[in-house]
Nanobody, 129 residues
Framework: QVQLVESGGGLVQAGGSLRLSCAASGRTFGNYAMGWFRQAPGKEREFVAAIIWIGGRTYYADSVKGRFTISRDNAKNTLYLQMNSLKPEDTAVYYC??????????????????????WGQGTQVTVSS
C-alpha cells in the first residue's frame, strides 16, 4: 500500500509560480508511474502531467506544456510539479496519483485517471486574475 500526501497549494496571482510536492510512504515508489491530475468545480478530473520510472519519460497536457514541469526524487520518495506562468484557468484541486509499473504502456495510458490506483487527498491551487 502506498500513501500519497500533497502539499504546496495556495493562492497566487496570474503569472506567478507554485511548486507542489507529493510525499509517498508505505513502499518505495521508485518503480511507480506517477502523475498529477486536477479537478475544477463542476468539471471532470483531467490529466496534467506524468512521469514514468523507466527512463524518466514525462508527459504533459497541452494546456500546461511549457509552463509546468514534473519531476521526482526517488531517494526522497517525493514527486514535484513546478507550475510557472499560472493562469486563472489553472485553478483547481490538484491530485497526485501513482501505479506500480514495471513495463511500458501506451502514451495515452498514463493520461487516464483509471490507470492509477493510488491517490492523494488533493491540494487547492487558486490563481487570481
Amino acid at each position: 500500500q502506498v500513501q500519497l500526501v500533497e502539499s504546496g497549494g495556495g493562492l497566487v496571482q496570474a503569472g506567478g509560480s507554485l511548486r507542489l510536492s507529493c510525499a509517498a510512504s508505505g513502499r518505495t515508489f521508485g518503480n511507480y508511474a506517477m502523475g498529477w491530475f486536477r479537478q475544477a468545480p463542476g468539471k471532470e478530473r483531467e490529466f496534467v502531467a506524468a512521469i514514468i520510472w523507466i527512463g524518466g519519460r514525462t508527459y504533459y497536457a497541452d494546456s500546461v506544456k511549457g509552463r509546468f514541469t514534473i519531476s521526482r526524487d526517488n531517494a526522497k520518495n517525493t514527486l514535484y510539479l513546478q507550475m510557472n506562468s499560472l493562469k486563472p484557468e489553472d485553478t483547481a484541486v490538484y491530485y497526485c496519483a501513482g501505479f506500480q509499473s514495471t513495463t511500458y504502456y501506451s502514451d495515452s495510458y498514463y493520461t487516464r485517471p483509471h490507470s492509477y490506483n493510488y491517490w492523494g487527498q488533493g491540494t487547492q491551487v487558486t490563481v487570481s486574475s
